[in-house]
């Protein structure tokens, strides 16, 4: 009885080690985290929740978003959202092309929403549009 009763104790952990592992391994914040460290693209979302900040990582840089729900004409939906970086030392290199990708890429989960970025990208994006 108590070899039985180990054995379903040690398929027990295995199965639980397992689904620890697969958890970790598709966690999409590990997964930005990963793409921070190596200066890649990653767009890190929960779109059904408005209350939670999405998360950029481009080039190094690691971008978050403030979304902001408001009406359209048939909806509820996300109208206004804010974008800063987290470290204006890593925007070093970065270009109004990068920046208006990353709007590009913001548009696709969040049509309506109108971006705006916060200091110093917003100074840069003012500057470009009157030249």
């Known amino acids: 009885m108590a070899l039985l009763l180990f054995r379903f104790l040690i398929i ?35 779109v059904k929740n ?18 902001y729900l408001g009406t359209t004409e048939h ?20 270009t109004k092309e990068d920046f208006l990708y990353l709007e590009k890429e913001i548009q696709m989960s969040y049509p309506k929403a109108k971006i705006n970025w916060k200091n110093p990208i917003e100074q840069l994006m003012k500057n470009e549009s009157n030249n």
């Open 12 to 46: 027990a952990l295995i199965i639980y080690i397992f689904y620890k592992g697969v958890r970790y391994l598709t966690d999409p914040k590990r997964k930005l985290d990963e793409a921070y460290e190596n200066g890649q693209y990653y767009f890190y979302d929960d």
């Open 50 to 67: 408005v209350r939670k900040n999405f998360f950029i990582s481009y080039k190094g840089a690691l971008f978050e978003g403030e979304k």
């Open 75 to 94: 909806a509820f939906e996300v109208v206004s959202i804010f974008v800063w970086v987290h470290d204006t030392m890593k925007l070093q290199g970065l």
